[in-house]
């Protein structure tokens, strides 16, 4: 588990010269970079670190600033991105069932946009000195976001919710929903009852047995 900055799978990509130009100009120019991590900030979307070929490096760009050719359509950042970080604890997973598998969302204007997985981003709380003061536990708001490299050449950031995937052997269409879905709200836990007891022949049993307390009532 990472804290602030995490690596990620390197992307060979272009960063469009405006982001490094703080917005003045330069929107007509790409440059070549390798994005190699990324930070996570809470009310930020992530923000990724790149090199560049004459060595320079950047730090915290959107994920809008990246194309995978020069010339691409650039989009506005919540377009592509749908949440903003959910806590400076973060993890990066390249899920082998979901490498290099083809994903579509719509997105905030209603457009049907598609793409390839690259990687997964989650979140967590910290530890139990920190203040949790977040959503990234709480079942019914915490999201991950899957990072794909879209067919129009930009990059995307969008959860589970908002995506489908597409695998070949799958036997029915993924545009038709085969149930209503409804976000969990339940924390699964299997240590919060009191009907249940360790029951130990002696002390430090190896063998113990689980014993259900009865309740006056029943």
């Known amino acids: 588990m990472a804290y602030l900055n995490a690596n990620i799978p390197v992307i060979e990509c272009y960063v469009r010269g405006n982001y490094l130009r703080d917005q003045k100009d330069s929107h ?3 440059f070549t970079c390798t994005v190699f991590g990324f930070s996570s900030i809470p009310n930020s979307t992530p923000l990724f670190h790149f090199l560049m070929e004459d060595g320079g490096l950047w730090w915290r760009a959107p994920i ?3 194309c995978k050719k020069p010339g691409v359509k650039e989009l506005p950042l ?4 749908l949440w903003d970080c959910f806590s400076y604890n973060v993890s990066v997973t390249t899920f082998y069932e979901l490498a290099k598998s083809k994903m579509n969302y719509i997105s905030r204007r209603k457009v049907y946009r598609e793409g390839t997985y690259l990687f997964t981003i989650d979140w967590c709380a910290g530890d139990f000195n920190e203040l949790n003061y977040g959503y990234a536990e709480k079942p019914d708001q915490h999201k991950c976001g899957h990072v ?3 067919d129009d050449g930009n990059y995307a950031i969008q959860p589970n919710n908002r995506l489908r995937m ?3 052997s799958m036997g029915t269409d993924p545009s038709k929903p085969l149930i209503n879905r409804l976000v969990n709200t339940r924390t699964w836990s299997v240590e919060n009852t009191s009907k249940w007891i360790t029951d130990e022949h002696e002390e430090g049993s190896y063998d113990y047995k689980y014993t259900e307390l009865k309740n006056d009532s029943e």
């Open 148 to 150: 794909i490299e879209l």
């Open 78 to 81: 919540n377009e592509l991105c």
């Open 64 to 66: 809008s600033a990246f």
């Open 166 to 168: 597409f695998d070949p």
């Open 28 to 30: 007509d120019k790409y």
